[in-house]
T-cell receptor
Framework: GENVEQHPSTLSVQEGDSAVIKCTYSDSASNYFPWYKQELGKRPQLIIDIRSNVGEKKDQRIAVTLNKTAKHFSLHITETQPEDSAVYFCAASMGGNKLVFGAGTILRVKS | EPEVTQTPSHQVTQMGQEVILRCVPISNHLYFYWYRQILGQKVEFLVSFYNNEISEKSEIFDDQFSVERPDGSNFTLKIRSTKLEDSAMYFC??????????FGSGTRLTVV
């Protein structure tokens, strides 16, 4: 089955700097790649997603890139702010069914 | 914005007892899911449900687990005989086909 690896497990950046989180997936049939932000004790919140027919997608300070050949995708957050501090999860899906999640990245933005 | 609602928010139960976790998916969604998250770990898929039947389940979803859509709005997860290792946050989610995937606020299950 699908396996998603996520790196790094923790990431500390200074406010205003950029943060990059990377994920790789194993099943080339996966075609949907969402990113979730989870604050302590809260539900995962979708922040951006990308489908396999697109190489890059941007929404204000957040962007996601996808390399289907290498089977990896990345989340880029620019001009980080303290409120960006949270756990970020990548996920992969094929056929619109279950999501397989990465292990998560704890992002700390220091002011 | 439409929400997936879950009740209760926190459930404490004794080992061996049955629990039912309840979810109301977004009304026009057709796909329903249960996930769990053990404290500090990643979100794990349990089961997906479409057209009134299970479409996929994970190894975690053994005979102690069952799901049901008893009416047009509710979606439930039953754990027949809870174990200590069932303690986790359980998230319900619903979606359209490959879009609108939305998680509920979760039920924290504590088995003592």
């Amino acid at each position: 089955g699908e396996n998603v690896e996520q790196h790094p497990s923790t990431l500390s950046v200074q406010e205003g700097d950029s943060a990059v989180i990377k994920c790789t997936y194993s099943d080339s049939a996966s075609n949907y790649f969402p990113w979730y932000k989870q604050e302590l004790g809260k539900r995962p919140q979708l922040i951006i997603d990308i489908r396999s027919n697109v190489g890059e997608k941007k929404d204000q300070r957040i962007a996601v890139t996808l390399n289907k050949t290498a089977k990896h995708f990345s989340l880029h957050i620019t001009e980080t702010q303290p409120e960006d501090s949270a756990v970020y999860f990548c996920a992969a899906s094929m056929g619109g069914n279950k999501l397989v999640f990465g292990a998560g990245t704890i992002l700390r933005v220091k002011s | 914005e439409p929400e997936v609602t879950q009740t209760p928010s926190h459930q404490v139960t004794q080992m061996g007892q049955e629990v039912i976790l309840r979810c109301v998916p977004i009304s026009n969604h057709l796909y329903f899911y249960w996930y769990r998250q053990i404290l500090g770990q990643k979100v794990e898929f349990l089961v997906s449900f479409y057209n009134n039947e299970i479409s996929e389940k994970s190894e975690i979803f053994d005979d102690q687990f069952s799901v049901e859509r008893p009416d047009g709005s509710n979606f439930t997860l039953k754990i027949r005989s809870t174990k200590l290792e069932d303690s986790a946050m359980y998230f319900c989610a619903s979606s359209e086909w490959q879009r609108g995937y939305t998680f509920g606020s979760g039920t924290r299950l504590t088995v003592v």
